[in-house]
């Protein structure tokens, strides 16, 4: 069982930001891709942002230009830094980590 533990959560208002940390097990985290999901109120979980084991990046286009995903191997952490927060971007925030999940965190994001 891979435990990978988010923290960061929290309630925030319009135009703030927040910073989402994933850490993972320390033994094979620099070789594996790594996202960030998101689950909405009432829909789906999508993903937002993804990181490879070579560091590159790509966005969904609802946060591109405002969330910028990251990773420290020495420190087995991923994270996502969010700026310019919106409205509907509240919801559940999940880190996945080659087929595993974390349990989320929540984001509210007051207008």
């Known amino acids: 069982q891979v435990q990978l533990v988010e923290s960061g959560g929290g309630l925030v208002q319009a135009g703030g930001s927040l910073r989402l940390s994933c850490t993972g097990p320390?033994?094979?985290?620099?070789?594996?891709?790594m996202a960030w999901y998101y689950r909405a109120p009432g829909k789906q979980r999508e993903r937002v942002a993804y990181?490879?084991?070579?560091?590159?990046?790509s966005y969904s286009d609802s946060v591109k230009g405002r969330f910028t995903i990251s990773r420290e191997n020495d420190k087995h952490t991923m994270y996502l830094q969010m700026n310019s927060l919106k409205p509907e971007d509240t919801g559940v925030y999940y880190c996945?980590?080659?087929?595993?999940w974390g349990e989320g965190t929540q984001v509210t994001v007051s207008s």
């Open positions: 320390p033994n094979f985290f620099e070789f594996v891709d």
């Open positions: 990181i490879d084991a070579t560091h590159s990046t």
């Open positions: 996945w980590m080659s087929g595993h």
